[in-house]
């Protein structure tokens, strides 16, 4: 599948293929770590979310990785198909955290 | 169905008319915030409000007003829109702070200030 070491605005990928999408973060002190699907014309979706205390979870089709020592986050998306097209963004809090501080988004893009 | 809904949709208009975008959610959240989202610059929040009668200002509040006199309305102001406040607005809730639990967004109110 295709995979992207630093963030990129963009990846497309073929339908089927395992897709990965990164994120780095700076704040040492988030805790709480939040991965957002948002379609055309819509709201960021929930997707799944990770907390510091883990490394890994893993949700219908989706697995989000942590790393806290590079600060680096990871969505990964099992046999990627046409309606998982969107744009994808991390978001990240502290603990007490009063707002959520959004990554630049990735675009991503299926083909059949 | 649980969902957050924002009011309108869409709207244009002109400098210095003052303007209220409504966001209501049905799922008893205490925690509600509106962020804007730019080309370049992501979503960033204007205000939140972890309860009724509280409300705080986030990165970007200047322009703008909220309230919180219900839980589950959280409706935005704009006394006197200028242009730079043409953007796309978005409403969430959660059930506690940010750190508590994701944040559920509404679809968005675009806004053209002219």
């Known amino acids: 599948g295709e995979s992207v070491g630093l963030h990129l605005p963009t990846l497309s990928v073929q339908e089927g293929d395992n897709s990965i999408i990164n994120c780095a973060y700076s704040?040492?002190?988030?805790?709480?770590f939040i991965w957002y699907k948002q379609e055309s014309g819509k709201g960021p979706q929930f997707i799944i979310d990770?907390?510091?205390?883990?490394d890994k979870r893993q949700g219908q089709r989706v697995t989000v990785l942590l790393n806290k020592t590079v600060k680096h986050l990871s969505l990964q998306i099992a046999a990627t198909q046409p309606g998982d097209s969107a744009v994808y963004f991390c978001?990240?809090?502290?603990?007490?955290?009063?707002?959520?501080?959004f990554g630049k988004g990735t675009t991503l893009s299926v083909s059949s | 169905e649980a969902q957050v809904t924002q009011n309108p949709r869409y709207l244009i208009t002109v400098t210095g008319k003052k303007l209220t975008v409504t966001c209501s959610q049905n799922m008893n959240h205490e925690y509600m915030s509106w962020y804007r989202q730019d080309p370049g610059l992501g979503l960033r929040q204007i205000y939140y409000s972890m309860n009724v009668e509280v409300t705080d200002k986030g990165d970007v509040p200047e322009g703008y007003k909220v309230s919180r006199k219900e839980k589950r309305n959280f409706p935005l102001i704009l006394e006197s829109p200028s242009p730079n406040q043409t953007s796309l607005y978005f409403c969430?809730?959660?059930?506690?702070?940010?750190?508590?639990?994701?944040?559920?967004f509404g679809d968005g109110t675009r806004l053209s200030i002219l």
């Open positions: 978001a990240e809090t502290e603990q007490a955290g009063t707002a959520l501080i």
């Open positions: 969430a809730s959660s059930l506690g702070g940010a750190y508590l639990g994701p944040q559920h």
């Open positions: 704040n040492s002190a988030s805790d709480y």
């Open positions: 990770i907390r510091s205390n883990m």
